[in-house]
């Protein structure tokens, strides 16, 4: 606390958010009031115009360079290939001490390229645990963060004064710190996050093969498959960058369903009634710990 | 209209319920005041006296011949092997032309074990497109029914009175009538219902394993892992009997979603960001579709 004064608080920071789709936008209005200016940086004219319009943010502008320039703190909130993309050009722009975050779902890329950032420049990757199927700044929520937890990943970056300033962020949206080093977080989130898209994928995929024969299929899918699909329906280039962006995690994930697929076709196969119900019970408990526990 | 007479109409019908738990339960409920009588079956003092007490069931019985000799109606409402078991045995107890209904999620099985019901009862399969994945009377409602689909097939036990009772029975608990083949719906319901399941199943299992490791996994799982993990908690035996007996639509449905898989795994592997994206943007395509249509 004594050398807070050192270092900006968040009341004081004037924060620039990149991309003011879902993630973005709803940050923006998580953090209304509580810091010093919002800007706004997108690409799209109506985009920033919503922004403008809803109160979203102080300001607004397609321009990286402009909208960067007096910031005390840039957030990413893009897809991850863009996120890459942007902390490769963004140094030259940023102030001293200035500190850069990012919302991508994957991080160990993320916090690499953070690595190569200038030396006057803070870096912390973060992950909310939270989203959406549905995408852009009309699904935005000023409550979309409450409860959730939100990974900070710290980077060679990372000095106390920049956590600080990163946690304070995430506890002023509403969200719960979990800190862990980038590894860790992909190698995580992989099985609890991209593997339920990769599998509700499949479903859609399947459904899709079968529905192409006889389309009363559609008509018969009820709330099971609704949910256990629900995720196919998320922004695909979001996705793809993330899938290409921590490939090992992902398909070591992908391998382990398979992997279960396999030993539960193989017991239906052999109609080995006992096999199948232990691991169908065993399952059942797991998933019911959990439900307990959160 | 003309021969209604000559049946039993709803409001007259005395029916037997066989299981009174999530399904059989709700489905007491739902006819309560618009059949003649409810009698409940149920190996289970305690699920007796719950229905019993909540005005589910009129009166409840242990005894299977008991509970069936009068009944103008019985709708078996158990996991799919004892509802085969149920009608080898259930026949000499019924009255002439007592309708024989199911409430079981697959059905080829259950047709076969109906065509050989003695020629003085009659008969049709039934599956409703709906349920949660918590199971037993606690869980019943009177309104589960409402706005689902719910499949009657006919069998060699099925003249027209017996289908127009089933569809009466139907349309009075609020759900829409959808009338196919047992091979058809077993095909369909193995892609749009048991798949489901089986890759809810896949995705605990996965998760598991790398949690075992790192429990930390199961702190990060949020709504993406809920929804999709969802069905796991289904009752394990009522799964295992509608995998048992629709063994080969299983399966066929399984290695479909496999064949997803790999390919997936393909594209990540080779980083084929290309064929990814045309992939993951033609499901996301085709899950919005199915949501638009609902």
């Known amino acids: 606390m004594s050398d807070e004064s050192d270092f900006t608080r968040l009341a004081d920071l004037r924060l620039t958010i990149v991309g003011l789709g879902l993630m973005g936008g709803s940050l923006a209005m998580a953090l209304r009031g509580k810091v010093a200016r919002l800007t706004g940086?997108?690409?799209?004219?109506?985009?920033?115009?919503?922004?403008?319009?809803?109160?979203?943010?102080?300001?607004?502008?397609?321009?990286?360079?402009?909208?960067?320039?007096?910031?005390?703190?840039?957030?990413?909130?893009t897809p991850v290939q863009t996120i890459l993309r942007l902390l490769g050009t963004i140094g030259p722009h940023l102030t001293d001490g200035c500190l850069v975050m990012d919302l991508g779902s994957t991080k160990h890329t993320v916090v690499e390229a953070m690595n190569r950032?200038?030396?006057?420049?803070?870096?912390?990757?973060?992950?909310?645990?939270?989203?959406?199927?549905?995408?852009?700044?009309?699904?935005?929520?000023?409550?979309?963060?409450?409860?959730?937890?939100?990974?900070?990943?710290?980077?060679?970056?990372?000095?106390?004064?920049?956590l600080?300033?990163?946690?304070?962020?995430v506890e002023a949206v509403g969200a719960d710190v979990v800190e862990m080093d980038a590894e860790r977080h992909d190698?995580?989130?992989?099985?609890?996050?991209?593997?339920?898209?990769?599998?509700?994928?499949?479903?859609v995929g399947a459904v899709k093969t079968v529905a192409d024969e006889d389309p009363l299929a559609w008509r018969l899918a009820a709330s099971g498959f609704h949910d256990t699909s629900r995720l196919a329906a998320s922004q695909?280039?979001?996705?793809?960058?993330?899938?290409?962006?921590?490939?090992?995690?992902?398909?070591?994930?992908?391998e382990q369903a398979v992997d279960v697929l396999l030993g539960l076709a193989a017991e239906i196969r052999a109609e080995d009634s006992e096999a199948l119900l232990a691991r169908l019970t065993a399952i059942q408990r797991a998933r019911m710990d959990w439900e307990a526990s959160r």
């Open 41 to 77: 940086v997108d690409a799209d004219p109506a985009t920033r115009q919503a922004a403008l319009a809803r109160g979203v943010v102080d300001s607004a502008t397609s321009d990286l360079a402009e909208g960067v320039s007096n910031a005390d703190g840039v957030v990413l909130a």
């Open 164 to 169: 600080r300033l990163a946690r304070a962020l």
């Open 236 to 254: 695909p280039i979001m996705m793809r960058d993330i899938l290409l962006t921590n490939r090992e995690a992902s398909l070591d994930a992908l």
């Open 117 to 162: 950032l200038p030396p006057h420049v803070m870096a912390v990757g973060g992950h909310p645990m939270c989203g959406k199927e549905i995408s852009g700044l009309a699904a935005a929520e000023a409550t979309l963060f409450r409860g959730c937890r939100f990974v900070l990943c710290p980077t060679g970056r990372s000095p106390e004064p920049a």
């Open 187 to 203: 190698r995580l989130t992989a099985a609890v996050s991209h593997l339920p898209y990769l599998l509700s994928v499949a479903l």
